[in-house]
């Protein structure tokens, strides 16, 4: 991967580490207040269905994962595994789309 | 009146050879007031085994060459006291991590070295000798940066004691990286571009994790850590200018 490509991936894993510290914030603490009230999928789903704003966060959330996680995991498989190359970024590209493809689908689910 | 007996240091030292490709070989040195670990090697390799391999120059701290593993730690031999390192009256002394032995105490270190190159370290000049001298202000921030990271003396302590160099055998290394900040922010040089280039990536300074082993255990108190951390800076601007 040239040296372009890896600073922007740089790039991109800082960004979302900063998007996914807000956001990681803010759905511990709308568990914890959930939670007061006693925590059902009835009172989530109330919550969540047909919500603009919270499809808006958790989307942004899941996208936010579906890159952070895929490159964290490439740089401790090079280290840790040796693992680096050309099939390990296509793999890891893979995760991230599997990752962001599960996520949208749950943010859905609650939603919809 | 009796002399009283020398206290002994109890000093095991990689020797290479064997199936092993080396074990430590204990030596009795006489301790000594103000004694470095330097002297150590030099008494054993004067008075009880001239085979020992091992390297040094200047004695004072200002070449670089007698970097060792002292009690598990990177450090130049030279300005490193037994009475600061010693356990007890116990020293082990093997070479440095991270680079291949070439016997006993001494190492390879080509791969350091070729590392800086790698990494830009050649500063490109922009002016012939026919030109002025450049008049640079000792108090421009661009200075300050350089000031604060040009006294390494290339002893390779850093480059042994991290851990990326031992993960990614591609990764650049602390000095190579820091080497590289003092001519980016070398108003003289004209190869930024391409250096930032070379400098950015897995095997550059974004492989750096920031654990900071070198800037702890740098003998000049240097903090590669932050000129690595400042091309982290340098080569995301360039990115995001779309200069990289």
């Keep these: 991967m040239s040296a372009r490509s890896e600073t922007r991936l740089w790039l991109a894993q800082r960004a979302s580490a900063a998007v996914l510290a807000l956001c990681v914030l803010v759905h511990l603490a709308t568990m914890i207040v959930a939670v007061k009230g006693g925590l059902t999928a009835a009172e989530i789903l109330g919550r969540t269905r047909g919500n603009p704003a919270w499809a808006a966060f958790y989307a942004v959330f899941v996208a936010a994962v579906a890159i952070h996680a895929p490159i964290g995991l490439r740089t401790i498989a090079s280290e840790w595994l040796q693992w680096r190359g050309r099939g390990a970024d296509a793999f890891w590209l893979v995760v991230g789309a599997a990752l962001f493809a599960i996520g949208i689908r749950a943010v859905a689910a609650v939603v919809l | 009146m009796a002399m009283r007996e020398p206290e002994l240091l109890e000093v095991d030292v990689w020797r290479s050879g064997g199936d092993a490709g080396g074990q430590f070989r204990t030596y009795a040195v006489p301790r000594e007031d103000a004694q470095t670990v330097l002297d150590v090697v030099t008494w054993i390799q004067r008075k ?7 390297r040094f120059a200047c004695r004072v701290g200002m070449c670089g060459s007698c970097a060792m593993t002292v009690n598990g730690r990177a450090r130049w031999t030279c300005r490193t006291h037994v009475a600061k390192v010693a356990r007890g009256n116990r020293l082990q002394i093997a070479p440095l991590a991270n680079l291949p032995v070439v016997r006993d105490l001494v190492v390879d270190m080509r791969a350091f070295f070729d590392k800086w190159a790698k990494a830009g370290g050649q500063f490109t000049p922009t002016a012939s000798r026919r030109d002025d001298f450049v008049r640079v202000a000792p108090d421009t921030p661009a200075r300050r940066e350089v000031d604060a990271a040009i006294e390494c003396i290339g002893c390779g302590v850093c480059y042994a004691s991290c851990d990326i160099v031992a993960w990614n055998p591609a990764y650049l290394g602390p000095a190579a990286l820091n080497r590289a900040w003092t001519l980016q922010n070398d108003v003289r040089d004209g190869d930024h571009p391409a250096r930032l ?18 800037t702890e255990r740098c003998p000049k108190q240097l903090s590669p850590t932050t000129s690595i951390a400042g091309l982290k800076r340098m080569t995301a601007r360039a990115a995001l200018k779309g200069e990289l």
């Design chain 2, 197 to 214: 280039a070379a400098v950015a990536g897995d095997a550059g300074c974004h492989a750096c994790h920031t654990q900071a082993a070198c």
């Design chain 2, 48 to 54: 009880l085994d001239p085979t020992l391999a091992y």
